[in-house]
């Protein structure tokens, strides 16, 4: 397959906390629309398309799909088919920690939960190792020194050459760094929630991960495609909120919260940015934010995301009326 040979040049490249490790400003998620019932040429044709954008990094968790699997297995046969000879240039990660199979090793953060989630990962992908596997939630029961003595364990055995966390509290995430840190294995990066209406990471996790030198790559970070033009005039038929998301009712989504939007709307076009791009922006604004992680359904809303990076400048103006309409 011939790639664009520009594609380095097109985007921006942030280092990880204190790492060696860059990432691209906007990576691909394959929670949605990457699994078997999803149409697998359009699923292909993103996968591409982004690599063609200079979108090295492609997020996927053991649970991806659906149905749980199914993402793996075909980002995996795209990697194999047409990416075969860039490998090395591409960012893999995966995750364990919700439920994958039924019994009492099936999820959470055991040693035998992790160890065998990572195998299986890896045999869906057909790769020998990824290059970051995250515990994907806080384990309520089992010991935290034995899930990072898990994930220590597992980048030694080279089956991943980083690990990270995701959704673990600022007290938890000290405490995982420190763990790892007795056991000379550096924590990478925290992937966590964070969207302009959800600031929840403001509230002393990003102060800690300045503090130990640990990345943040915020998923969801169009509020479920809530900060895009979407839902300017109203709720499509075809969107999340129509649909079965969990995280974006029709309940929700208000008059007062749309006319927040349609504010958000016009500040981005007086930026020469769509709404999407601003809201991107504006994560990267924080100097722990190594990367922002998008979902899509299509191509086209992969190259609007990508252009993010080229008006990162927000005036105190701006940033006043962001907060003004979107915090609580």
């Known amino acids: 397959m011939k790639v664009n040979p520009d594609r380095y040049n ?20 394959l929670w949605h629309n990457f ?9 292909r044709e993103m996968v591409l398309g982004a690599f063609d954008l200079g979108i090295t990094h492609f997020d996927l968790a053991n649970v991806y799909g659906p149905p749980a699997g199914s993402a793996e297995k075909n980002f995996g046969r795209i990697l194999r088919k047409d990416l075969k000879g860039y490998r ?34 890896l045999k869906r992908l057909k790769l020998d190792y990824v290059d970051i596997f995250y515990h994907h939630r806080p384990d309520p029961d089992t010991p935290l020194y034995e899930t990072m003595g898990a994930l220590a364990d597992i980048v030694r055995s080279g089956k991943a050459l980083y690990v990270g966390i995701s959704k673990y509290s600022p007290e938890m995430t000290e405490e995982a760094v420190r763990i790892l840190g007795e056991m000379g294995v550096p924590l990478l990066i925290h992937q966590t929630r964070y969207n302009m209406f959800d600031r929840q990471p403001e ?13 943040a790559i915020p998923f969801s970070p169009l509020a479920q495609g809530l900060l895009t033009d979407r839902y300017l005039n109203g709720i499509p038929e075809d969107s999340r909120a129509a649909g079965a998301s969990v995280f974006l009712k029709p309940e929700g989504i208000t008059p007062e919260l749309l006319s927040k939007v349609r504010s958000l709307n016009e500040m981005a076009l007086s930026r020469g940015q769509t709404l999407a791009q601003m809201a991107l922006a504006w994560l990267l604004l924080s100097p722990v934010v190594a990367s922002v992680i998008i979902g899509a359904s299509r191509l086209s809303q992969i190259e609007d995301a990508a252009q ?10 701006e940033l006043q009326r962001i907060d003004e309409l979107t915090k609580e």
């Open 308 to 317: 993010a990076h080229r008006n990162l400048h927000f005036t105190p103006q």
């Open 203 to 215: 509230e002393g996790l990003y102060e800690v991960l300045q503090q130990e030198g640990v990345g």
């Open 10 to 29: 097109d985007m921006l490249y942030r280092r990880v906390g204190v790492s060696g490790l860059k990432l691209p400003a906007v990576s691909l998620g």
């Open 88 to 121: 090395d240039e591409i960012i893999v990660s995966t995750k364990a920690g919700h439920e994958m199979w039924s019994g009492p090793y099936g999820e959470w953060g055991s040693r035998k939960y992790l160890l065998a989630g990572l195998d299986q990962s």
């Open 35 to 43: 699994g078997d019932s999803s149409d697998y040429d359009n699923s």
